[in-house]
């Protein structure tokens, strides 16, 4: 998580990209998307985005990313579970 929000803080994204694209991630993918959208990267946050496992999550990504129909498709993923 710290080395997450220094190459985000840093606004080193190239290697944190790598970083996310080469290990799985044991702290999840959120603090990635999060980080790639706050520096306004929404190409590098739109393939980590299915890897969150909340739905919820997903379409709140989705939408900042101005992909509604995916978001709804999240939604719709959240509500099957239920």
């Known amino acids: 998580r710290i080395k ?10 190239t290697e ?12 999840g993918y959120e ?4 980080a790639f959208l706050r520096h306004g990267r929404n190409e ?3 393939p980590f985005v299915p890897r969150v496992k909340n739905p919820e999550l997903q379409a709140v990504y989705y939408t ?11 939604r719709a993923q959240r509500q099957e579970r239920a």
């Open 4 to 13: 997450i929000r220094a190459l985000s803080t840093s606004g080193n994204l």
């Open 16 to 27: 944190l990209n790598m970083m996310a694209t080469l290990r799985s991630s044991p702290v």
């Open 31 to 34: 603090l990635f998307v999060e």
């Open 44 to 46: 590098l946050a739109k």
């Open 64 to 74: 900042q990313m101005g992909m509604e129909e995916e978001a709804q498709a999240a």
